[in-house]
């Protein structure tokens, strides 16, 4: 009797690989909780914030400003100075 309780369908066995895969999803919930707290506060900023889209378009896109200039160097040229 006691093998079958462990052994057995529905068994001890069954009950820890079963508290294991709730633990790994537990983590993998908590985790995109996260990355949707960091979305949303992005997605609030890029609402809210124009010098963060500003950023964001100078990065993403590589728009300048007004008035500004861009300088290009040669990186061979440095190297060998």
């Known amino acids: 009797m006691f093998l079958l309780i462990i052994f057995g369908d ?10 294991g895969e709730k633990d790994s999803l537990v983590e993998k919930n908590e985790k995109l909780n996260q990355e949707n707290l960091v979305m949303y506060r992005e997605i609030d900023r890029l609402k809210n914030d124009p010098k963060f889209v500003e950023n964001m378009v100078r990065q993403e896109l590589g728009v300048i400003g007004k008035n500004e200039i861009i300088f290009k160097t040669d990186k061979k040229q440095n190297k060998k100075k």
């Open 10 to 19: 529905n068994g001890f066995v069954d009950f820890v690989l079963i508290k």
